[in-house]
């Protein structure tokens, strides 16, 4: 990371016997040890954070994406049977506006007499 090589470390370890003293140097390389390791868990969790919504950022565009193509497919249903009913509909006034080719059956004159008015012919018994 910081690419320190051991001469790096060993210069660093005498300047800071020199400036903390023999009796304080153990303490003193554990709080910055400690210091480094807070610095590097904070940093870890702000990555995984980062990667994190990174992530659901790409998952809302994807999500995004598929719901703007089922309104599309929606909207193209919808369309599609409005005019079929337009269609249908057209059709029936149509049918309703032009004069039937079928006649209808008279109905039966009320003088005249019907078949259940006529009396039963006699049978011949022998």
Known sequence: MFDIGFAELLLIGVVGLLVVGPEQLPGAVRTVLAWVNRFRRSFDQIRTEVRRELH????????????????????????????????????ASASLQTPSTTTHPQKADPASPQETDLPDAPTKRA
Do not use: C, F, P, Y
Request: glycine share 2%; no cysteine.
């Open 56 to 91: 659901n950022d790409e998952i809302m565009q994807k999500l995004k994406a598929e719901s703007r193509q089922l309104e599309q497919q929606v909207r193209d249903t919808t369309q599609s049977v409005e005019h079929e009913l337009q269609a249908l509909g057209a059709d």
